[in-house]
């Protein structure tokens, strides 16, 4: 019993080891989807093909697509589009490496 409580711990653990987290600004409000994220720091935790973004709670997730660029970022930076007036996050740039987090309307 005692050992396939503490291989469920394991298996937990290595779970939210996998999660990655990112730090984001937000300068404007910005559309998740279908739900308004207001300008602010977020942190994105990216796990299972999922992004929460969380600024002291979670404010909202969605399915994203992790890509590799040509080239390295320089810095962290959110492409946003303008679709019927209002700002949507299409994808994330990740500082020093050549990834880039990318989201479906």
């Known amino acids: 019993m005692m050992t396939r409580l503490l291989l469920?711990?394991?298996?937990?653990?290595?779970?939210?080891?996998?999660?990655?987290t990112y730090a984001i600004d937000l300068y404007q409000p910005a559309m998740l989807g279908t739900i308004e994220l207001a300008p602010g720091h977020?942190?994105?935790d990216v796990a299972d093909m999922k992004a929460v973004f969380r600024n002291g709670?979670?404010?909202g997730e969605a399915p994203v697509k992790m890509e590799d660029a040509d080239t390295k970022y320089n810095r962290t930076s959110v492409v946003l589009i303008n679709s019927s007036g209002q700002m949507h996050i299409q994808e994330i740039h990740i500082a020093g490496t050549k990834m880039k987090l990318v989201f479906a309307d």
């Open 8 to 20: 469920a711990f394991a298996v937990a653990g290595l779970a939210v080891a996998s999660a990655k």
């Open 42 to 44: 977020y942190s994105v």
């Open 57 to 59: 709670r979670i404010h």
